[in-house]
Every structure is written in structure tokens, then in C-alpha cells.
């Protein structure tokens, strides 16, 4: 990657492992829509290994990221990572499902990258606006999905529930008079949404 900080043998872990973690041009692409609108309060909604946490952490000034992780293989994983990168000031990771975090939240972000169970985004949104402070982004992973909601690819059985609840997401973040949204061709395609009112 050009121009950010990554920790290139977490990368080759998660490589590796078949840990999915975040492309290389999403990544980038994350770090300068953060660093764009100055924001610092970040949530994370799938940790994986701690790989995008870790990245946030290095790239942003000052940023404090939550994430959630709900494998406690990974989360541990993680907890290792960001240990050995000195960055438990900057990173708290909760052990837990993401809807449980989402609906006991009593802190309000600016930023929240939407990386977890892609089926469940749709049912995260409202708690997610809810969280997020005004002018803040939800910035949504694989919306596109490996081509399967675009139609490139044929939607395979086993994935069919998880397609329909990107499309609702999609059509969701689109036409709420609370979000300013804007889809990006950029690794598995982005959501961009800022909250507007
Ligand atoms: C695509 S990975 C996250 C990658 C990470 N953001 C990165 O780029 O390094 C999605 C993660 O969400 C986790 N996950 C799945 N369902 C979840 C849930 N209900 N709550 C919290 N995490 C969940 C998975 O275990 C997986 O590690």
C-alpha cells in the first residue's frame, strides 16, 4: 500500500489464515475518508484479528477505536495484536455479539466502519444512526458482495438471506432523509452515509 501504515505480518497472518480482512485499496480508502473528516471517535463492527483496528490506530491522530468481535479465537488474536503494538490506549476491543454492543451503547461516534455479518447490517442501522453524532459516517463493507448483489455472479444458495439483507441495507441507507449516501466502486463496494440530521 502507498500511503498508510500497515503491519504487513498481521496482513500475511490473516492471508494466510483465511481470516478476511480488509482489501488492501478498501483499507486506504477507509483511512483517508476518516482522516478527510477529522474523525477520531471510532467504532468497528467486526475486529477479525485487529488487522483495520491496528490500521485506523496508526494513520489517525488521536483516534480511539471500540471494536466488536464475537469469535473468541479472533478476539483474543487480537488482543495479542494490539498488545504487541502498543495501542490499548487507543483500541478497546469487547468480546460480544455486535447487536447486544449496539443496543447498550451509551457513547455517541463520528465514524463507525461496518465490517461484520453482512446479513445484519440492515438490522444494525437504526441503532447505528442512533449512535452516530451529527455530520458522523457509517462507511459500510462488501456491498456489492463478490459481484452476487450487482447480479455479475449468480447469488448461491447458502448466501441468498445475507444478498437480500445487503439489498435492504443498500436501499435503506439510500433513500433515509437522515443519510447522505454515496456508493463507491472501490474494493468489494463501499457505503459511504453521512448522518445529516
Ligand atoms: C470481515 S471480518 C472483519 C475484518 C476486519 N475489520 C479487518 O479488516 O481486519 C468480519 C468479522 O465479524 C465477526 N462477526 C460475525 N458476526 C458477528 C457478530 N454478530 N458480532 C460481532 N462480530 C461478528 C466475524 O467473526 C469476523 O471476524
Known sequence: MTNIKIDDKIREYGRSHRVPISLDDTLEFLIQTIKDNACTEILEIGTAIGYSAIAMAENVADAHIDSIEIDLERYNIACNNVSIS????????????????????????????????????????????????????????????HGMVTGAIPVSKGCRAMIKGLHKYID?????PNLDTKIYDIGDGVGVSRKIK
Open 86 to 145: 502498543k495501542l490499548d490506549d487507543h483500541i478497546t476491543l469487547h468480546n460480544m455479539d455486535a447487536l447486544e454492543y449496539l443496543k447498550g451503547c451509551q457513547k455517541k461516534y463520528d465514524f463507525i466502519y461496518l465490517d461484520g455479518p453482512k446479513g445484519q447490517y440492515i438490522h444494525y442501522l437504526p441503532y447505528l444512526i442512533d449512535i452516530l453524532k451529527t455530520g458522523g459516517i457509517i462507511f459500510a463493507d462488501n456491498l456489492y458482495f
Open 172 to 176: 435503506a441507507i439510500t433513500t433515509d
